[in-house]
């Protein structure tokens, strides 16, 4: 992979769809290349302590660092699975990450179909939650965090080879948990085929979940209670009739969300910038399907986790809180 901490402009566009957009993203922005040759980029997490980036490669079950001095190395493998057979796997390693609470970051990890706390200095693992009512779940993908610890996440089947075919798939659905600061895992959902990209609105009152169906692609919006459960729910968007394979890679994946609950959504063609009622502004694309993406740096720059590339735009906006960050 191409390790030059050089960042260089890559081909892409930059559209926006009413003037709203120019005001989170400038006119004469670019999109800069920081590394290339990975096989899947996703989960990318800014630690603001070490000002540093990381990010996973899933099929590789990796977990690779880059940082603006000393461009990109490996962090961690694996990342997920460590046993002595994969072929059970269709990817192995950790998918969505989060900051965790103080040195740590919270992984998705696909390959061990768990959530995970991983601390950063030891590099030790820590799992928070592996099953529902003494089933397996299938391989969580990606996550979010409240303020007070609370977790919630998505549980399609992409980790394993055969999706829902697979042998090794304990749970009939494809479900939407929360993991309370107890321990206690509840269920939220279990009505989306294949639900993947997850975040919290700046309030923590509506829950995002993408859904990489490309039959359905679309995005839901949860109401929550102050007990973090679901009051309501609503389609916020729907992308359907624009999913292409060959004009328009990519399908609802990851998302991150800026301070004023401003969507960042992958989607077919790139990602999608949506206002919080739901509104289409504008679209970033660099020519491949985007899987997830986060903001960093002094909570201002847009990583963007895009197949076999790491890229950056710079905002005018900023992120959820501190933490994302």
């Known amino acids: 992979m191409a390790n030059d901490i050089r960042p260089q402009p890559i081909v892409g566009q930059i559209r926006a769809l009413t003037a709203a957009f120019d005001t989170l993203i400038a006119p004469n922005a670019t999109i800069e290349l920081l590394a290339e040759g990975f096989t899947w980029t996703e989960g990318p997490v800014w630690i603001a302590d070490g000002a540093y980036l990381l990010f996973s490669d899933v099929p590789e079950n990796r977990i690779y660092r880059w940082s603006q001095e000393d461009g990109v190395s490996l962090f961690l493998e ?46 030790r693992k820590t799992f928070l939650a592996t099953h529902y009512r003494g089933k ?20 399609p089947p992409y980790g394993l080879a055969g999706l829902d075919a697979s042998p090794l798939k304990e749970l009939p659905f494809n479900g939407v948990y929360r993991i309370d600061p107890d321990g206690a895992v509840a269920l939220l959902d279990d ?13 923590e009152r509506t829950l995002y979940v993408a859904c990489s169906d490309p039959d359905r692609a679309i995005w839901m919006a949860y109401a929550l209670d102050p007990r973090g459960d679901v009051a309501g729910r ?20 990851g998302m991150t969300i800026d301070g004023a609950g401003n969507l960042f959504a992958t989607a077919p063609g790139g990602i999608c910038v949506f206002t919080p009622d739901g509104t289409m502004i504008g679209r970033i694309g660099v020519g491949t399907a985007i899987a997830n993406c986060t903001f ?5 720059t847009l990583f963007i986790a895009a197949h ?15 933490a994302d960050a």
């Open 234 to 253: 609503r389609i916020f968007a729907d992308v359907t009739a624009a999913v292409d394979p060959v004009r328009r890679p990519g399908l609802p994946d």
């Open 191 to 203: 009505s989306i085929s294949f639900p993947n990209g997850i975040i919290l609105s700046p309030d």
């Open 136 to 155: 397996r779940f299938n391989s969580p993908n990606d996550l979010a965090r409240a303020r007070d610890g609370t977790i919630y996440f998505t549980d």
């Open 308 to 322: 076999h590339r790491l890229a950056r735009i710079r905002t005018l906006t900023c992120a959820r809180f501190a």
């Open 78 to 123: 694996p990342s997920g699975y460590d046993g002595p057979d994969p072929s059970p796997f269709r990817e192995p390693g950790a998918n969505g990450l989060i900051p965790g609470p103080g040195n740590s970051i919270l992984l998705a990890d696909h390959g061990n179909r768990a959530i995970a706390c991983l601390d950063l200095a030891a590099r």
């Open 296 to 300: 960093g740096e002094d909570g201002s």
